[in-house]
Every structure is written in structure tokens, then in C-alpha cells.
């Protein structure tokens, strides 16, 4: 028999109410009330913490819906607890990963001593919200000035299977970069051994001196009199290696004055995490994270 579904108009006008005539698990529920929406779309809004039951929100697909409830739907993401993410916004969440856009100046994760705000700090606040016992985990690092691209995993399951065949699971690493000067070879690769010294900065060698092999490959986007842009792709994920390589072929990336810069007209490093292509821990799909250039980076010469 077919039931009849009730849309209920909420009291504000961004959001739309549904009353559960059967017992049935929410995403199903979700897809039975927005037909008109694709599944992605649907999951999105429910991944993005969209979705209400009896007042308490729910991301998990398989929630199990009662007779008598009400399911609510909110339009506007602004009234969501994102909005209380502070350098950072969330591009992508699913019941196994976050990924984010982290600005410049704020930290992956601090030390056990520190209580600086951080990335991780933050989503944790944030996914406990929905359930005190969630977490996540640190699947790897931007430096605390870079921006861009950050992948966390919401079990210790999916973290340890992205670490442990990361070199197959990331497809792509896109950087955009913006260094000293005017790069001549408009596509080049570096190659370098990288070690660390005991004051925590790394060196460059050609040769091998027991550190990590590091390969970088990048090419020209733009240049002008004093700056050249460039997107950097990394086939190595070494520390500080975009960094240091730059730093090796004499040209720094934009204050950076640990690896050699001497001007910052953009106030703040010139590295940015454009881009991450993974292929996803449960469906094994190719997919694609990307983060826009900030506007400083398209300098013009002085």
C-alpha cells in the first residue's frame, strides 16, 4: 500500500519538515522525499550535517526512522555548525572522510602541550556535535603556513588504510606556488635527497646522504619581472620538500625566509594545496578535492 507522505511547512522559511509514516533507515527516506534531487545531492546534504530528526541532527545513512517523527531539512548551510569553523571550510564529508580548505597561519594539529586552535581541535568539536564518541584522525599535513587541501578520516580503519598505501590511493597533489624571481625552464623536475638537521630545517643534496629521495615536477603559469607562478605536483610527499627544492633552484617561494625569500609583498607564505585526487577508502572511485588560488597569489611586479 502506498503511504501518504506529509511535507509540512517550517516555521522558517529555509527549511522543510516531513513527518515519518513507516519505519525506515533515513538515507532511503531522504532519497523517497527529494526525488527530484540526484543521490549525490542527498548525500551531500546529509553529509553536510543538512538533516534534522526530532531536532537532532544526523549524517548517518542507515538511521533508523520511526513512525511519528519528524525529519527536517535545512536549506540554508549558513545555520549549520560549520559556520563556527574558524580558517577553515569544509569541502567535502562522508561518513569516512572530511576533506577542508585551511587557510594560512593555523595548524594541522598541535603538540600535547600546546592548546593552540588547530584543524584537528576544530572538526573534532565539530563532528562531536553529532555524537559525543565520533573522531577523526590525521591522515597528513599542511605546514602551519600553507593553505589549501586537508584530508582527515572519521575511523582509525580508514586512516591507517589511506596511510598505509598512500603512494597508491593519491592519484594527484597539485600545489600552486608562487617564488622569487623568473623561473627559466617553463617545465622541469627536481630530484634530491632530503635530510633534516637537528634545528629542524631541511637540506637539499643530489646525491644520496641517508635522507629521503624527493621529486618534484613543476611548470610556469605565469611570470612577471620579479615573480614566477607555478603549479608544482609532488610524485614524493617529503617535509618542506616544495620548499626546499624551490629554494634549490634559486628560487624561493614568496615569504619563505626559513629557505631563502626575501620579500612577502602577499603577507604570508606562497604555497597553496590546489588540489588532492584520491581514490575513496570505501567505494575505491577516483575522486577529486580542489581548493581555489587565493587572489594574492596573481601579483604584479612593483
Given at each position: 500500500?502506498?503511504?501518504?507522505?506529509?511535507?509540512?511547512?517550517?516555521?522558517?522559511?529555509?527549511?522543510?519538515?516531513?513527518t515519518v509514516q513507516e519505519e525506515m533507515e533515513l538515507l532511503p527516506?531522504?532519497?523517497?522525499?527529494?526525488?527530484?534531487?540526484?543521490?549525490?545531492?542527498?548525500?551531500?546534504?546529509?553529509?553536510?550535517?543538512?538533516?534534522?530528526?526530532?531536532?537532532?541532527?544526523?549524517?548517518?545513512?542507515?538511521?533508523?526512522?520511526?513512525?511519528?517523527?519528524?525529519?527536517?531539512?535545512?536549506?540554508?548551510?549558513?545555520?549549520?555548525?560549520?559556520?563556527?569553523?574558524?580558517?577553515?571550510?569544509?569541502?567535502?564529508?562522508?561518513?569516512?572522510?572530511?576533506?577542508?580548505?585551511?587557510?594560512?597561519?593555523?595548524?594541522?594539529?598541535?603538540?600535547?602541550?600546546?592548546?593552540?586552535?588547530?584543524?584537528?581541535?576544530?572538526?573534532?568539536?565539530?563532528?562531536?556535535?553529532?555524537?559525543?564518541?565520533?573522531?577523526?584522525?590525521?591522515?597528513?599535513?599542511?605546514?602551519?603556513?600553507?593553505?589549501?587541501?586537508?584530508?582527515?578520516?572519521?575511523?582509525?580503519?580508514?586512516?591507517?588504510?589511506?596511510?598505509?598505501?598512500?603512494?597508491?590511493?593519491?592519484?594527484?597533489?597539485?600545489?600552486?606556488?608562487?617564488?622569487?624571481?623568473?623561473?627559466?625552464?617553463?617545465?622541469?623536475?627536481?630530484?634530491?635527497?632530503?635530510?633534516?638537521?637537528?634545528?629542524?630545517?631541511?637540506?637539499?643534496?643530489?646525491?644520496?646522504?641517508?635522507?629521503?629521495?624527493?621529486?618534484?615536477?613543476?611548470?610556469?603559469?605565469?611570470?612577471?619581472?620579479?615573480?614566477?607562478?607555478?603549479?608544482?605536483?609532488?610524485?614524493?610527499?617529503?617535509?618542506?620538500?616544495?620548499?626546499?627544492?624551490?629554494?634549490?633552484?634559486?628560487?624561493?617561494?614568496?615569504?619563505?625566509?626559513?629557505?631563502?625569500?626575501?620579500?612577502?609583498?602577499?603577507?604570508?607564505?606562497?604555497?597553496?594545496?590546489?588540489?588532492?585526487?584520491?581514490?575513496?577508502?570505501?567505494?575505491?572511485?577516483?575522486?577529486?578535492?580542489?581548493?581555489?588560488?587565493?587572489?594574492?597569489?596573481?601579483?604584479?611586479?612593483?
Open positions: 500500500m502506498q503511504k501518504n507522505w506529509k511535507n509540512v511547512s517550517s516555521r522558517n522559511a529555509g527549511t522543510l519538515e516531513y527516506f531522504l532519497l523517497k522525499m527529494m526525488a527530484k534531487n540526484s543521490r549525490n545531492s542527498v548525500k551531500s546534504i546529509l553529509a553536510r550535517g543538512q538533516v534534522t530528526v526530532d531536532g537532532k541532527m544526523s549524517k548517518q545513512h542507515n538511521h533508523l526512522l520511526r513512525e511519528g517523527q519528524k525529519v527536517t531539512i535545512l536549506k540554508n548551510k549558513s545555520a549549520m555548525n560549520e559556520t563556527q569553523l574558524i580558517g577553515i571550510t569544509i569541502l567535502h564529508e562522508d561518513e569516512d572522510i572530511i576533506v577542508v580548505n585551511k587557510e594560512a597561519g593555523l595548524l594541522t594539529m598541535a603538540s600535547k602541550n600546546e592548546k593552540e586552535l588547530t584543524v584537528y581541535r576544530q572538526l573534532m568539536e565539530y563532528i562531536k556535535k553529532t555524537e559525543p564518541r565520533n573522531r577523526i584522525f590525521i591522515v597528513h599535513r599542511l605546514d602551519r603556513d600553507t593553505s589549501g587541501v586537508l584530508l582527515f578520516a572519521k575511523s582509525e580503519k580508514v586512516k591507517e588504510a589511506l596511510q598505509s598505501k598512500w603512494n597508491t590511493v593519491v592519484k594527484e597533489r597539485m600545489y600552486i606556488a608562487l617564488v622569487e624571481g623568473v623561473v627559466r625552464k617553463k617545465e622541469a623536475t627536481i630530484t634530491s635527497w632530503l635530510k633534516e638537521s637537528k634545528t629542524f630545517k631541511v637540506y637539499s643534496s643530489p646525491k644520496d646522504n641517508g635522507g629521503q629521495r624527493a621529486i618534484t615536477h613543476y611548470k610556469t603559469i605565469q611570470a612577471s619581472k620579479q615573480f614566477t607562478l607555478l603549479e608544482v605536483h609532488l610524485e614524493t610527499g617529503r617535509k618542506n620538500q616544495i620548499r626546499v627544492h624551490m629554494e634549490t633552484i634559486g628560487h624561493p617561494i614568496v615569504g619563505d625566509k626559513k629557505y631563502g625569500s626575501t620579500v612577502n609583498p602577499i603577507k604570508r607564505l606562497g604555497l597553496h594545496a590546489a588540489k588532492l585526487t584520491i581514490l575513496h577508502p570505501r567505494t575505491g572511485q577516483l575522486v577529486h578535492y580542489e581548493a581555489a588560488v587565493p587572489r594574492s597569489f596573481f601579483v604584479k611586479s612593483t
